[in-house]
């Protein structure tokens, strides 16, 4: 058997086994609260592993590895002090309350506190916001589509915009796959599958790290001896990236220069313990695709067992990804010489070093498995999206707005046609970022996948706050006002007006930008921070007036 059958049977069998997971759960899926939530029957330790398997991406297994090949240490691995923190916020503020109101769609929460145009305002922002996430994610693993490509056909690499077929056609199959066992088994087959696609996924990140230390000349400690950078291998970075200028500092002063440089930087101790808490807060906290679950819990502790525990299990698992990208910089760089390797006009591709390696330098059979491991991670996180996405939909937009019958099968078949109908959305949102990719091949993968709701999720955060913390600030009337003002907040902070100018006139400066050199262009990190914080600030200057159980019980 050839080493490429031998991958194709491997990745088949992987196939069958989570096609045969949904529909084994097809039957066992009485109402909604079966079909979202999975009649909270989950064990804890399944909620944990579908945690990590929606957590650790395509895009965290390709762009992390990225990450440690571009910077050669583990400064991306501060981020999890301000990740496991927030987990515990979550634990003990959030999920106690979604258990207490018994919601499905955690919005509805918000309309319990607020009213229901502060839900639909909120819902409206998760499903935009995690369409565009989700879909620029589905992207990623078709970069093995392309290497795969390349290899079979050596001296005839495909140009970008070959790869831009290549990659939609995979990424089109993959959805669909996915659609398949999501939209027959619901939340069970999606989380029963990623305990299945966890355990592939660990099996292939643990064979990298050993197969790379194998043929990298003595092992790790001769890995180091070619890291002798002055930041090689650092874990903690206090400054930022690039030092302010001699005129900035004269102009401003050494500490607003030094302050407006850690927030222009995306690796730091500062971004670890305050940046990342916000955008774990967002996306464990607010996001109906990560809450959903933690939901399906037979109840509040255990949904907080695991939700603490997946904070924890992630700081190996991401130590491990740096490693196999710092350890492709020495195998590239000190040990092997190819002249194959991509490229772009500045340099080595790093979102593509690693699944070059895969293709070319892994063992036929253990590359069918880490094959794998790419389609699971895919496959769980586009799995939860999809059953997410159309739960919020049906619960806070469809069941109100359109007559539905009241039996149970009917609803669930709103949701299962929804799931049909977002995975469209993906599709194109997939699409369109293999497009993006095509025209701008130096683009880094995460901050693609990050970006994205970095604009839109410290609104989002914001009025959670404001509904979890104060009995009686907040109304219909100034939350969406303090959403929209956020959002405008952060779009201004990340540059995106002279992003969107330079598109349109040869001016390097939008006018609005000109006189005002003093602020700084935030990074990824820090948008949510900025958001929350704006949006926070603007709910508090309006009382809430309605009456609403949450804040009677308030009081």
């Known amino acids: 058997m050839s080493a490429l059958v031998l991958d194709g049977v491997i990745i088949g069998i992987y196939f069958a086994i989570i096609i045969g997971i949904g529909a084994h759960f097809s039957r066992r899926n009485k109402d909604v609260a079966d079909f979202a939530l999975g009649g909270r029957s989950i064990p804890w330790w399944a909620v944990l592993a579908s945690i990590l398997a929606s957590e650790i991406s395509a895009g965290t297994f390709f762009g992390t590895p990225g990450e440690g090949f571009k910077l050669r240490n583990y400064t991306y691995a501060q981020l999890m002090a301000g990740y496991l923190l927030a ?49 620029s994610r589905l992207w990623v693993p078709t970069l093995l589509v392309v290497v795969l490509w390349n290899q079979m056909n050596p001296g005839k690499p495909l140009d970008n915009w070959e790869q831009f077929w290549v990659t939609g056609g995979a990424l089109v199959i993959i959805s669909i796959l996915t659609a398949a066992y999501t939209a027959i088994g619901g939340i069970k087959a999606v989380i029963w599958t990623d305990v299945l696609q966890i355990a592939v996924l660990f099996g292939a990140l643990g064979f990298s790290v050993w197969y790379l230390l194998g043929h990298i000349p003595g092992g790790w400690e001769g ?128 979102t ?29 996180s586009l799995g939860t999206a999809m059953n997410a996405l159309a739960t919020s939909y049906s619960r806070d937009f469809h069941f109100r707005w359109f007559k539905t019958p009241e039996n149970d099968q009917a609803r669930v078949r709103v949701i299962k046609l929804s799931t049909i109908a977002f995975a469209l959305v993906l599709i194109f949102v997939g699409l369109a970022t293999a497009f993006v990719k095509a025209k701008n091949p130096a683009l880094s993968i995460i901050g693609i996948i990050l970006g994205s709701f970095g604009y839109t999720y410290g609104s989002l955060l914001g009025i959670f ?47 609005l930008y000109q006189n005002f050199e003093w602020l700084p262009v935030i990074e990824f990190p820090w948008r949510i921070m900025a958001g929350t914080m704006t949006t926070v600030a603007v709910a508090l200057c309006f009382q809430s007036r309605s009456k609403h159980p949450l804040r009677s019980e308030a009081r």
Not at 369 to 378: F, M, N, P, S
Request: glycine residues 8%; neutral net charge; charged residues 15%.
């Open 87 to 135: 987990r515990l916020v979550v634990s003990a503020v959030f999920i106690p309350a979604y258990y207490k109101y018994n919601v499905v769609s955690i919005y509805e929460f918000l309309e319990i506190r607020f009213g229901p145009r502060t839900r639909s305002m909120a819902s409206v922002i998760f499903l935009v916001t995690r369409s565009l996430a989700s879909g």
């Open 352 to 380: 593509r070093i690693f699944p070059y390696f895969v293709v070319n330098v892994m063992p036929g059979g253990l590359r069918g498995l880490v094959i794998a491991g790419v389609l699971a991670t895919t496959m769980g």
């Open 465 to 511: 706050i404001v509904a979890l913390f104060t009995k009686s600030r907040g109304s219909e009337i100034g939350n969406p006002i303090a959403m929209v003002a956020g959002i405008l907040v952060v779009a201004y902070l990340s540059n995106l007006p002279n992003d969107v100018w330079k598109m349109f006139d040869d001016n390097p400066d939008h006018p």
């Open 223 to 350: 890995a180091k001896m070619q890291l002798t950078g002055p930041h090689d291998l650092i874990l903690w970075q206090w400054s930022g990236d690039e030092p302010p200028k001699a005129e900035f500092v004269a102009k401003y002063g050494a500490a607003w220069g030094g302050i407006k440089s850690v927030l222009e930087s995306e690796y730091t101790v500062w971004c670890a313990l305050f940046g990342s808490l916000f955008v774990t807060l967002a996306t464990h906290g607010t996001d109906q695709d990560m809450v959903q679950r933690m939901l399906t819990a037979k109840n509040k502790r255990q949904s907080a067992v695991a939700t603490i525990l997946s904070g924890l299990a992630d700081i190996p698992v991401t130590f491990a990804v740096l490693t196999i990208g710092i350890l492709l910089a020495v195998y590239y760089g000190h040990v092997v010489q190819d002249p194959a390797l991509p490229m772009t006009p500045k340099g080595p591709d790093n």
